[in-house]
């Protein structure tokens, strides 16, 4: 989330483009699906979700208040849709109309044991999220609890270069965080930002850049595995065991979701800020207040959830107060 204490910055999401059809949807807690690591195996140790040969992992860098109440934060809710909100996450909602949010990243465990990191967090003091969020956030010490070597992470995907995304893509010092990483963003992203002259190209951009570490995409790519239709076994598992990063633009101008897939049913969708609420669940057509097209944000999102439900697919959420949500 990109955030002014002052007034509206940005905010955007996406998945598809098409919009389709919406109502109330019901949510329930992803069931534990028989992996010796469900819950908190270990300090530290957030819940776990296995897709295929690949283990998806919620990691909480911080949690706390937003800044504006959640009737403030977002427009369009019906009195039903808070009421559905509150069954579907309950820790959202605080005393005199606050808005409890965690700041979620997700680890991809692979074959051999390689990892996807999927955002970064909000970062160290003072970091672009200290005007606004609870910095220093925890996440080298999250990694360091649930065994993670930092070199052995060899993806970075930010779903957008929003501070609380992005926080920890490098140290306070500069230096990418993860020196084995490609770190995969949208070019559309990249070119947003360069004219907009965000202060996040002087923290991450540039410092990625000049690392030669900087990964530009452009539109949907398979990350690990093979394509769809391939019909073969390759070396991160079974085929259509596969990562993928999908364009789903609407928060920011290329906002991008993270699919892990292994096969039919058996996927996760990191939606990144494609939905950042409860209420937008119960309604997709809710407009958050930093979303930079709200319009575009609404299509992707209702194009987002219609896809989650008809696949079956479980949603890891960065802001809600449970990392896992499945569609009923």
């Not at 819940?47 to 977002?74: H, K, N, Q, T």
């Not at 539109?219 to 391939?230: F, I, K, N, Q």
């Not at 079956?312 to 990392?323: D, G, S």
Request: hydrophobic share 40%.
């Amino acid at each position: 989330m990109s955030y002014s204490r002052e007034g509206v910055s940005r905010r955007t999401l996406l998945l598809g483009a098409a919009a389709v059809g919406g109502g109330v949807l019901a949510a329930r807690p992803a069931q534990a699906d028989g992996h010796p690591a469900q819950g908190k195996a270990r300090s530290g140790c957030s819940e776990i979700r296995s897709v295929g040969c690949f283990d998806v992992l919620a990691l909480r860098d911080a949690a706390g208040p937003f800044f504006l109440s959640y009737d403030d934060a977002f427009s369009g809710a019906s009195g039903n849709d808070w009421a559905a909100a509150r069954r579907i996450d309950p820790a959202a909602f605080g005393p005199d109309r606050t808005w409890h949010l965690d700041f979620r990243c997700y680890a991809i465990r692979r074959p051999g044991d390689r990892y996807t990191l999927v955002d970064t967090g909000i970062g160290p003091e003072g970091s672009p999220a200290s005007a606004w969020a609870p910095v220093p956030g925890a996440l080298p010490q999250v990694l360091a609890g649930n065994g993670i070597d930092v070199r052995r992470v060899d993806t970075v995907v930010l779903t957008h270069l929003h501070e609380d995304h992005a926080g920890w893509a490098v140290t306070a010092e500069g230096v990418p965080m993860f020196p084995n990483a490609r770190y995969v963003v949208q070019q559309r992203e990249l070119d947003a930002l360069e004219a907009g002259g965000s202060e996040m190209l002087r923290y991450v951009v540039r410092p990625l850049r000049a690392a030669g570490q900087l990964h530009p995409v452009d539109g949907a790519v398979v990350l690990s595995g093979a394509p769809a239709g391939a019909g073969r076994r390759t070396p991160t598992g079974r085929s259509g065991d596969r990562i993928r990063v999908v364009p789903t633009p609407g928060h920011t101008p290329g906002h991008q979701s993270v699919l892990v897939e292994g096969g039919r049913h058996d996927q996760v969708v990191v939606t990144g800020d494609v939905l950042v609420h409860a209420v937008q669940i119960a309604d997709p057509d809710v407009a958050y207040r930093y979303e930079a097209d709200q319009h575009l944000a609404r299509l992707t999102r209702r194009s987002l959830l219609d896809t989650a439900r008809h696949e079956r697919a479980v949603l890891a959420t960065a802001h809600l107060n449970r990392p896992f949500v499945e569609l009923d």
